[in-house]
Structures are given as structure tokens and as C-alpha cells.
């Protein structure tokens, strides 16, 4: 299942972890999209300094 983890500089936001089975990431005119078949989920401003990290089931496991 498709899980990614908006990071925010300290300060100036809380971290997020979104994850659906439809979700995907785009990024245009300065703005970072996750939507699934709905529509947008979250949208993040490129001045907003995030870092958006996916996090795929396989990593997590080579981690234990």
C-alpha cells in the first residue's frame, strides 16, 4: 500500500503520514499532490521546505 511521510521543518508544521491503496504523488507549479480516486488528499507548497518520502512495505521489513 502506497504510505508516504510529509516531513515539515522544525517549527513549522507536524509530520504526517498518509497511506491508501490508490495513492499517488505528483508535483506541479510549485505544489507536491497526493490523491487517490477521489481527488486531492494533501497538497503541499514547494516553499514550505517538506521533505515527502515514500515508504514502501519491503523497506520497513529490511528494517526488523
Not at 1 to 29: C, N, R, S, W
Not at 49 to 61: F, K, L, N
Request: aromatic share 4%; charged share 20%; proline share 8%.
Amino acid at each position: 500500500m502506497p504510505t508516504f511521510l510529509i516531513q515539515y521543518p522544525k517549527g513549522q508544521g507536524e509530520d504526517v503520514l498518509v497511506e491508501d491503496e490508490h495513492l499517488i504523488l505528483t508535483v506541479a507549479h510549485g505544489w507536491a499532490v497526493l490523491a487517490d480516486q477521489h481527488g486531492p488528499c494533501v497538497a503541499v507548497p514547494a516553499h514550505a521546505g517538506a521533505s515527502i518520502t515514500r515508504i514502501d512495505p519491503e523497506d520497513a521489513q529490511s528494517e526488523e
